[in-house]
């Protein structure tokens, strides 16, 4: 490539090269316009030394063998995909695998009878639990200056969500993983920015198809088809 010459962004979504064809993949594969495999080795090099961080290695490493323990029968030939483990379960897996002990769980109002049933759980599972709700504080929308026509159910006064103090909780519990069960759009995103230990999600929120968001996506190209068409 011409030196000073702006790369393609990548655009892994949008490749029409055959899964098991691709560079990703497979070392002799194909990689299409704005393959990242190829393109961004000056990026690339900074992740590698990441993963031999002590911490970081572990953790990478531990994912990756929870990964494959999601599938049975992985000796047959030829191999069919058969897995065999829940989002939950492989959560509790994960955990005990990096010997975890102490679970943070930070979910939304809208799903407390949901956290309940985590909760309960994960104690089962033999963790200690720290759960906090997303209207933990009792900050008022006022704070954010949001007008009343904004709220839920306008006129009464409103507590916020307040994601940075669900994860500054956790942070002062020290827990060790935390667990984000149907946090609203951005809020969920300032929880991962402040939250100090590792975080993984058992759902998100989707209101109207009961919290499977793929729901739109499988099908938009019917009853979701106006998710395809241009604004």
């Not at 998100?204 to 106006?226: C, E, F, M, Q």
Request: contains cysteine; hydrophobic residues 35%; neutral net charge.
């Amino acid at each position: 490539m011409t030196q000073g010459k702006k790369k393609p962004s990548a655009a892994c979504a949008s490749c029409e090269i055959p899964t098991h064809s691709r560079v990703c993949i497979f070392e002799n594969g194909k990689g299409s316009k704005g393959c990242p495999t190829l393109l961004h080795d000056d990026i690339l090099e900074e992740p590698r030394r990441e993963y031999e961080r002590p911490e970081i290695f572990e953790f990478a490493r531990n994912a990756s063998i929870q990964e494959g323990d999601g599938y049975a029968d992985k000796s047959n030939n030829p191999f069919i995909l058969e897995p065999t483990k829940t989002r939950i379960a492989e959560i509790c897996e994960f955990a005990r695998k990096m010997g975890y002990r102490k679970l943070g769980l930070a979910f939304c109002i809208g799903l407390a009878g949901e956290a309940a049933i985590v909760e309960r759980i994960f104690i089962n599972e033999g963790f200690e639990v720290v759960s906090v709700v997303c209207k933990a504080g009792r900050a008022l929308k006022e704070e954010l200056k949001i007008n009343p026509e904004d709220y839920v159910m306008p006129p009464l006064k409103e507590p916020m969500c307040n994601p940075i103090y669900q994860a500054r909780l956790l942070n002062a519990e020290k827990t060790q993983l935390n667990v984000v069960l149907g946090l609203c759009v951005g809020h969920d995103s300032l929880f991962f920015k402040y939250a100090d230990a590792f975080t993984t999600v058992l759902a998100v929120k989707d209101r109207v198809t009961g919290h499977n968001p793929l729901a739109a996506i499988y099908l938009s190209a019917s009853y979701y088809g106006k998710l395809l068409h241009k604004r």
